[in-house]
């Protein structure tokens, strides 16, 4: 069958997003001093953001905002280097504090998005505090009692975690790759077990940082004018180019981006013998993720059917008109919730209805980080 | 084995190419007159490129003269529209004539690259004239009768076609990301027979044309300017994005582009069995295109002998240096003749040694699509 199936969800139409509004919101800086929020809810979990001066942490502020997220008081926590920085949130005036470990007293929820060493060192402070840690580093994720989750996909693993039990706990934010694959991907694994993934991505430049979506600017500017470009973050040319994922290649031969994604597979499924392989590449995109995915099914699974499935499922869009050649992009689903599927298709390399290939993206910032780690929260309410 | 392997021949080192030399060369345009070579070899075939005013066509030209290709004469031949248009090639001026079906009369070899009508309109007149056509189109690939050749690969499927015998003849040239991929996985093919292929391309804007280049760039610039990007020969923002190619979708969810790396790998490997699926992308580069290609074999292929069967291989460099994360970029290729190819490792979700990941990038004007068309007239000596 011709598919032309658009769903258009309240996400989509519109101008394509501004490039200036692709890049982490600035902190909103005042000269005020510090003021209280007279709406707090005392019903509400207090709650502190550590990292928050990065592109994630910026995005925490922003979803938390967006989603009306209840809470009684909020902690903004940075490195030495950013404490004492004023920054508004929601009508109100916040000194951004230094992390140490006396910061955790009386937080009953706490976001991470400060690299894996900082997770490592203040995640267990926090927890033996009593704040439940949302953690999106990688610190955390493959250890053993600490549920890895995408609410969409396997809140379950979760569930018994509880605030106001006065027990701290870390719960693990998956690596965006794997967010963003499993979005698409767990709902017809649900109707049909995968057995096997092949995934090469498109990965934008925000999943290394701000500074790293900076220097891709920056560098564009400079190529264009026949300068040579400035290399900090990346060590070679970014800019109309593209390169295998900076992370650390392991002894297999892997980088460690890509065994997030054969690994946090396995343990968010909660199956040990799905197969996974996965080339992650830097594309010079700004802030959105594309993985384009190929599958092989225990049972025969067609195309319409899965359209269908992706169609109901939460947290997904399906854009896949073939008349007109629309298709997901990372531009698209740049800002945006939803992560987005299409080019979902038969894989005539494989048997019958057996394989699927599929194109998807989501908002590296946003559900592969901030988002998705706000909805663990929401549902600790 | 941990990979430490770096393969530096003669086209790597040094800077990465400055962006404008990335763009396809400007016709050297002249106020002279028309002069007529003085250098002619009189024993050496007489030439004619038809397209010669686009991206390949000048690649041709530059590949000819970088290559020293023998010639007695060579007629540079376009639309009506560039007709009468000026241009230098090895140190002689030539006036660009107007593409008719008497142009090919005393043509012993043409190169075209004009597009898929021209070619079927002219290809036939030419090889009725006793031209040999190497044609970069998709025009007559399938055909069964016409040869579909890269050098490196199946050059006896050429072998019946002798240039001087008065008889033409249709050469086809295999699509660029079908060049770049096979000249990679044929070597490796040739040891341990491939017996399913799954591919994810990267590919650039120079596989548009050359009006394709100058949109990405002038696009960039607009973006970088807070501007709305013109989209002419892409209905979308290009600058900082991605999409499915642009080629039309077919009745069975792939794109042309897609099927052309299906059945072309099936023809030029001469083996109808072959399971190939692809998903191709366009992604904001200029002249490169990138490939993920995962590899299923009939019989164990270590990842330590496909390096070395790699490295051996014709066209081709392995850059695979996983100490300092050294990889195959679009940029590092662009202008340069060999494929790279890097990121050789086992694929862990295939038992054994069954299964390979690879990562290729190739120019795709020159080997992509220029240099392999001179190969295969080369061929022809």
């Known amino acids: 069958m011709q598919a032309t199936s658009v769903v258009h969800r309240h996400f989509l139409g519109g101008d394509a997003p501004t490039f200036s509004s692709l890049r982490p919101k600035p902190i909103p800086t005042t ?27 910026q995005e925490f502020l922003s979803v938390l905002s967006d989603r009306s997220f209840p809470y009684r008081s909020i ?31 009386g937080v009953n929820i706490a976001l991470f998005s400060a690299g894996g060493s900082i997770s490592k060192e203040f995640g267990p402070i926090a927890a033996n505090c009593g704040s439940v840690v949302v953690d999106n580093s990688s610190a955390f994720r493959m250890d053993d009692g600490v549920p890895l989750v995408i609410p969409e996909v396997n809140p379950d693993a979760m569930s018994h975690i509880k605030l ?31 057995l096997r993934m092949v995934v090469s991505t498109y990965q934008a430049a925000s999943g290394a940082g701000a500074a790293a979506m900076e220097e891709l600017e920056l560098q564009t500017r400079e190529v264009l004018k026949g300068k040579k470009p400035t290399c900090k973050i990346f060590k070679q040319q970014y800019a109309f180019n593209l390169f295998s994922h900076n ?40 802030r959105a993720h594309a993985e384009s995915v190929n599958l092989q099914f225990a049972n025969p699974l067609d195309e319409d059917e899965a359209r269908e499935i992706l169609k109901k499922a939460p947290g997904v869009v399906v854009i896949d008109d073939r008349v007109v050649n629309n298709f997901p992009t990372p531009l698209e689903v740049s800002n945006k919730d939803d992560v987005a599927v299409g ?24 559900k592969g980080a901030a988002l998705n780690a706000v909805q663990i929260a929401e549902m600790l309410l």
């Open 31 to 57: 000269t005020t001093s510090f003021a209280i929020r007279m709406s707090l809810r005392e019903d509400a979990p207090s709650l502190a953001v550590v990292g928050v001066t990065g592109a994630v942490g």
């Open 75 to 105: 902690k903004m926590l940075a490195s030495k280097r950013s404490a004492g920085k004023k920054l508004t949130f929601e009508d109100n005036e916040y000194v951004v504090e230094e992390l140490t470990a006396d910061s955790f007293n």
């Open 164 to 194: 106001g039990s006065g027990k701290g706990a870390l719960i693990a934010n998956p690596n965006c790759s794997t967010i963003i694959c499993l979005m698409a991907v767990t709902p017809l694994h649900q109707r049909s077990k995968v």
């Open 247 to 286: 992370a650390p290649v392991l002894s297999n031969g892997y980088n460690e981006e890509e065994m997030k994604l054969v690994k946090e597979t396995r343990k968010i499924w909660n199956d040990k013998d799905v197969k996974v392989t996965a080339t992650c590449i830097r594309v010079p995109v700004m």
């Open 343 to 366: 080019r979902i298709r038969r894989d005539v390399s494989q048997d019958g209805n057996y394989g699927l290939d599929i194109f998807i993206c989501g908002d590296q910032i946003r």
